[in-house]
C-alpha cells in the first residue's frame, strides 16, 4: 500500500508561522511521525509540498496508477483552487483532507473547502496531530475497499 502525503502553499513554514494557530511543530517534523507510523503499518509513504498551484495538480495527477490514495492540505488553496477540487476528482482514489486549525472557526473566508468537495473526508483542528488521524484513517479505508 502507497500514500502520497501533498502540502500545500506556507506549510513549510510551520514550526515559524503564527504558531498561535498551527503550533510550534515544523513540517520535518510532522512527515517524521508520518514516516513512523507509515513503517509501523507496513505502508509506504511520499512526501510533497508546494507552494504553487500548478505543481500541486501536477503531482496529484502523478498519483494516478502510483499510488492508493491521497492526505492533502491544500492549505489556503483548499479555499480557492476548482484545479486541485477537480485533479482530486480525476485521480479517483481515496483522499483526506487534513487541516491543522478548525477552520470553521476562523475567518468567514476559510470556513469554505472547495478542494473538500472531491475528499472521502475532512479532518480539521487537531493540530499537527490531524495528519496521525488523516494516515490512519486512510489506511483503514483502503484496507476496507481490499476486503
Ligand atoms: C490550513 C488552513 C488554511 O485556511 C490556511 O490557509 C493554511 C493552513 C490549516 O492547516 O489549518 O495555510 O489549511
Known amino acids: 500500500m502507497k500514500i502520497a502525503v501533498i502540502q ?4 513549510n ?14 513540517l520535518e517534523q510532522i512527515h517524521a511521525q508520518l514516516q513512523n507510523a507509515a513503517d ?9 509540498q508546494s507552494n504553487f498551484e500548478g505543481e ?15 492526505m492533502i492540505n491544500p492549505a489556503a488553496y483548499s479555499h480557492t483552487s476548482i484545479a486541485i477540487r477537480d485533479a482530486l476528482a480525476a485521480v479517483n482514489m481515496p483522499v483526506v483532507e487534513v487541516h491543522i486549525s478548525n477552520i470553521y472557526k ?11 468537495g472531491s475528499s472521502t473526508g ?19 479505508m ?6
Open 142 to 147: 483502503l484496507n476496507e475497499l481490499k476486503a
Open 56 to 70: 500541486i495538480v501536477d503531482r496529484i495527477q502523478e498519483c494516478l496508477g502510483t499510488v492508493d490514495g491521497i
Open 8 to 11: 500545500g502553499p506556507n506549510l
Open 122 to 140: 475532512v479532518i480539521t483542528g487537531f493540530g499537527g496531530f490531524g495528519y496521525h488521524l488523516g494516515l490512519i484513517s486512510l489506511i483503514q
Open 40 to 48: 509501523q503499518n507496513g505502508v509506504e509513504i511520499e512526501f510533497f
Open 13 to 26: 513554514m510551520l514550526g515559524v508561522r503564527e504558531q498561535h494557530i498551527y503550533g510550534g511543530v515544523t
Open 106 to 116: 476562523r475567518e468567514e473566508f476559510r470556513q469554505k473547502s472547495i478542494t473538500a
